[in-house]
């Protein structure tokens, strides 16, 4: 045999190997960067008796390779492992779309003691989200110019272990700077956020209806929406400034400081300013959405009328709104302390009504951490504590236990959670589990009891939160984002693969 036929034989020999062993090699190498995922797979199917899909929950099979959904077939038996695909069969526990969580205050670069991006997205992932969208405060600097953004998304790199978009902020500064924001939503911001009353952080002031109305003009030409803390102080008859530390650690105290009329008044002017959003022609129009309701009285009748007469606003509440009341609410006890405060029992049952009836159109954490001296909690003052709730971790348990005691389906809570807080943010291949998009999910057992307390791994910054003692249902098993399994069973993948998510 002369040498180039011995070469051709060799050849052959090892396309015939490689051809045999090829789907292996692919399932387990193809774009599988090490430590990003816990199974060492790229193409493999997730098996269960309830995966919920836009058409219902059904016993079905998900295909995911490369990251996306690539296939979802209806079947009752698990499907058979082969050597092009690894099978995981969960049985009865539920398969869903992993939960988006548009209001979450990671707080780096800068106050990385307050929360981070390393802690607090190993709680989202061991939550069951797979999305958080950032706020433009109370990092150092805060997200309100290009440089802002850029350090963000430079601290950010390599220390996600799910995806996270960014908030651009909007100040008195930037406001009627038209290249600024400009600039800031080129450099990948998802929308702008803006606060109505002082923000509790110095270099993040409050905006007026004229700052709002300039920005939402270049909001609608780039299709993104402003998010809007909606509190305007108001006067009162009986504000005293010369309160003692008993008055100051009162929770009534503090409620009847930020009254509802707050959040009336701020919407009232946010759908007057969103009435005429439609700029040089445009027919969509600009996208107002009002963050963390609190009062579910007039001011949630005030966006139910906005949005029948066509408004394009959108509203969101968090869990602490729906779970506590005033009631409850220890004097001194400033984990509850946050804005718009919690308010009664009968609001908070009317929140309830909302949301189920299709008012409401998602849920949001509002994840606000600082570090512990901040919440004064030796001193229970309620009118200096910081204001703000620990909670990402939860968002699943809480709202599906306090859920089904209102009636909400299981269908219901994955929209509020995953499906409509992914539009908001423009994340078009996330939020529902269908063909071609990004193969985010969370697998979960609804039915498991858990306790928030000593046997159960909070992995926030710090471990204070109202929620501390709370029984509940529902804990997470596995959290796959783009494919890579980032949770399982108290374990993280061992690096961070997490991506910045930039408006493009
Ligand atoms: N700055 C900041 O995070 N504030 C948040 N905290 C809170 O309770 N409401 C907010 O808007
Ligand atoms: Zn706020
Ligand atoms: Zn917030």
């Known amino acids: 045999m002369n040498s180039s036929l011995l070469l051709g034989v ?9 051809s045999i062993f090829l789907p292996y090699f692919s399932d387990r190498n193809q774009g599988l960067n090490e430590g990003c995922s816990l199974l060492p797979h790229r193409h493999f199917w997730l098996y269960s008796k309830r995966v919920l899909t836009p058409g219902g929950i059904m016993s079905a099979a998900v295909e995911i390779n490369g990251g996306h959904i690539v296939s979802i077939v209806h079947q009752n038996k698990t499907p058979k492992q082969t050597k092009r695909a690894h099978v995981i069969d969960y049985g009865n526990a539920v398969i869903m779309p992993g939960l988006v969580d548009v209001h979450v205050h990671l707080n780096e670069p800068g106050r990385v003691e307050w929360e981070g991006f390393v802690t607090g997205t190993k709680a989202a992932a061991a939550g069951g989200f797979t999305t958080l969208i950032d706020m433009p405060l109370n990092s150092v600097p805060t997200t309100t110019s290009k440089e802002a953004f850029d350090m963000k998304v430079d601290a950010a790199k390599g220390r996600l272990f799910v995806d996270v978009g960014f908030w651009g902020g909007l100040v008195p500064e930037n406001a009627l700077n038209n290249t600024a924001i400009d600039e800031l939503l080129q450099a990948g911001a998802l929308g702008l956020k803006s606060f109505m009353c002082p923000s509790g952080i110095n270099d993040f002031g409050q905006t007026n209806a004229s700052h709002i109305k300039e920005a939402l003009r270049i909001l609608a030409k780039y299709q993104r929406p402003l998010l809007v803390h909606a509190e305007i102080p108001q006067p009162s008859e ?18 009847r400081t930020r009254p509802p009329s707050w959040e009336e008044e701020a919407i009232k002017i946010l759908i007057a300013v969103s009435k005429d959003t439609h700029f040089d022609g445009s027919k969509d129009g600009a996208h107002i959405h009002i963050v963390h309701l609190s009062d579910s009285s007039v001011s949630l009748d005030l966006i139910k009328e906005a949005k029948e007469s066509g408004a394009r606003i959108s509203v969101e509440t968090c869990p602490h709104y729906l779970v506590f009341s005033a009631e409850e609410i220890s004097d001194g006890d400033t984990r509850f302390k946050c804005a ?65 005691q209102h009636g909400l389906q299981l269908e219901q809570l994955s929209e509020l959670w995953s499906q409509r807080p992914a539009k908001l943010a423009g994340q078009h291949k996330k939020g529902t589990i269908v063909t071609g998009n990004d193969a985010d999910i969370v697998v979960w057992d609804p039915e498991n009891e858990i306790q928030i307390g000593e046997n159960y791994t909070i992995y926030h910054k710090h471990p204070i939160t109202p929620y501390t003692g709370k029984h509940l249902f529902g804990s997470v098993i596995t959290t796959f984002v783009r494919g890579n399994m980032v949770y399982e069973n108290g374990s993280h993948a061992s690096t961070a693969c997490g991506v910045p998510i930039l408006a493009v």
């Open 10 to 18: 060799a050849i052959g020999i090892a396309i015939g190997c490689a």
């Open 238 to 255: 009986d504000e005293k400034t010369d309160m003692d530390i008993s008055e100051r650690r009162m929770y009534s105290t503090y409620l």
């Open 340 to 404: 718009p405060p919690i308010r009664d029992v009968l609001n908070r049952e009317r929140l309830w009504k909302a949301l189920k009836d299709g008012h409401i159109d998602m849920l949001s954490s509002d994840h606000s951490p600082s570090s512990p001296a901040l919440k004064l909690l030796e001193a229970g003052d309620f009118l200096r504590a910081w204001g703000g709730i620990s909670s990402l971790q939860f968002g699943l348990p809480v709202t599906w236990s306090y859920g089904q």
